[in-house]
Each structure stands twice: as C-alpha cells, then as structure tokens.
Nanobody, 120 residues
Framework: QLQASGGGLMRAGGSLRLSCAAS????????IGWFRQAPGKERKFVAV????????VYGDSVKGRFTASRDNAKTTWYLQMNSLKLEDTAVYYC???????????????WGQGTQVTVSS
C-alpha cells in the first residue's frame, strides 16, 4: 500500500530524493511520516507532513537539510535529502496514519524500507 524507493549509495555532501507511493487505497487524508533505522538502533523520526501538506516538522538531525513534500494528487510523497552525512546511513521508511505525530508506534501503515548509504 505504501512503497518507498529512491535509496542508494551517495557520497557525503550529495543528495538523494526518496519517494513514497501509495497504491491500493487512498492516503490523501493521512499524515505521512518518514522514519529511519540504522543497524542495531531503534527507528527514529525524520519528518512528518500533514495530510494537507501545509504543515511539516523535521527531526533535529535533518532540519535544514531534508525537505518533505507531496504531489498535488496526494499519491506520492517525497523526502529530498541534501548535504548528506555519514550518519544519515539507514533504512528509510514512510508511514501513514490518520493522526498526527512523530512517534513511530503511532503509525498503522508502513511501506517497506529503502536503504540509504552515505560514504566518505
């Protein structure tokens, strides 16, 4: 129902854009969250976009470097990642829920993750 894509290998300082596409059902009135999980670590909040697209909140570690957005049809959401750092290496997930929040446990719908690896 949600599919994240766009990950890959990038050198530090570079950019990647992740996509989160909806299929099978509409998430147009859902909050979309982005999370990431590094090996051996818990899943952490990256960004969240309100269903209207009017409100976006970022985790402190990505603020000013990452931008979350969506297309007008509300079928695809994006996470533009600039000035990548080594510590951005993780599996990135998109998730959806009717409620607003930054906690992973809130979200009921999850896409499969996409690996982002940042090299020096």
């Amino acid at each position: 129902q949600l599919q994240a894509s766009g990950g890959g290998l990038m050198r530090a300082g570079g950019s990647l854009r992740l996509s989160c596409a909806a299929s099978g059902r509409s998430f147009s009135t859902y909050t979309i969250g982005w999370f990431r999980q590094a090996p051996g670590k818990e899943r952490k909040f990256v960004a969240v976009v309100s269903w209207s697209g009017g409100t976006t909140v970022y985790g402190d570690s990505v603020k000013g470097r990452f931008t979350a957005s969506r297309d007008n049809a509300k079928t695809t959401w994006y996470l533009q990642m600039n000035s990548l750092k080594l510590e951005d290496t993780a599996v990135y997930y998109c998730a959806a829920d009717k409620d607003w929040g930054t906690v992973a446990n809130l979200y009921n719908y999850w896409g499969q993750g996409t690996q982002v690896t940042v090299s020096s």
